[in-house]
């Protein structure tokens, strides 16, 4: 019962500080677009600022759940952030998503959920050696630094979707190297934390998920975003524990065919979403005028 709390208390932090985040988002100024500047202009807005720290919160529930908990345990539960946060967004802007928006929420979701459940990811015997460590990582970094490339020749509100993918591989990775940092922490403590690369990758990759989300919610209604950013970075968390840290999923045959179902809703689920009618983002008529066109740039 504890996990579950904790599990659905993180969910609803999270999707109240995304939603919080993405109305102050939409506040900026268009030319700190991918910028380290967009950081530091929603730093002086109080709204952006308490959504970081609901954001913040819910990681840290999160983390104290996966700590009692196991992953297929409580990994579905924080990803139904992305219901929390349509139904905040819903509340607060009183623009409905309809049953096709919802019905593409809830395939997404169920997606998700139904492939950690069904991959059950363990630890396995130990970490990969550091070929296999530097080779995932350059692949799903190389990845990531595709896709932002990818969306700047995209209109907006597609390059938001794809954005949010990017900066779901990154916070997915950095996932995978917060653990590698928690395990040179405990066997050798703050001294051998501090010497290694790997504290500076988490702290590195943070940022530029970070500007790369926030951005992607500058441009966009939060539907184009969140639901690639909450499909993105549970599934490359778990690539990357299986990848280099030794974790495993379940190869059965039910386990399989239950992971690709999963896979099947997740693109369902991003597709039956983006292609629903945009809702009216409620920004500025700068930001207006950028979401009509459907130019790419």
Known sequence: MAVFLLGVGAACLLGLGFVLQQ??????????????????????????LIGMAC???????????????????VEPLTATNLLFAMALSRWLTRQPLGRTGWAGVCLLALGVTSFIIGGQPTE??????PLRHWLVFGVVVGLAILLAAFARRLPLCEEATVLAL??????????????????????????????GWQLYAVLALGVAG?????????????????PA?????????????????GDRLRVTPGALALEAAGLV?????????????????????E?????ESTAPR
């Open 287 to 291: 930001h207006d005028r950028v979401l």
């Open 210 to 226: 970070l500007v790369l989300v926030q951005s992607a919610f500058e441009t966009a209604p939060l539907r184009m975003s969140l």
């Open 265 to 285: 809703c997740i693109v369902a689920g991003i597709v039956v979403i983006g292609r629903h009618p945009a809702m009216p983002t409620g920004g500025s008529g």
């Open 23 to 48: 109305h102050a988002a939409q506040k900026a100024p268009l030319s700190d677009f991918l910028s380290l500047r967009l950081l530091l202009d929603l730093a002086r807005m109080p709204q952006w």
């Open 55 to 73: 954001v913040i919160g819910g990681q840290v529930l999160g983390a104290i759940a996966l700590s009692m908990g196991s992953v297929s345990a």
């Open 229 to 245: 950013l909450t499909a993105a970075q549970p599934l490359a968390g778990i690539a990357c524990g299986v990848g280099f840290l």
């Open 124 to 129: 396995g015997s130990g970490p990969a050696g």
């Open 166 to 195: 990017a900066a779901g591989l990154l916070y997915g990775l950095q996932d995978a190297m917060t653990r590698v940092s928690g395990e040179l922490f405990t066997q050798g403590g703050l001294g051998r934390l501090v010497v």
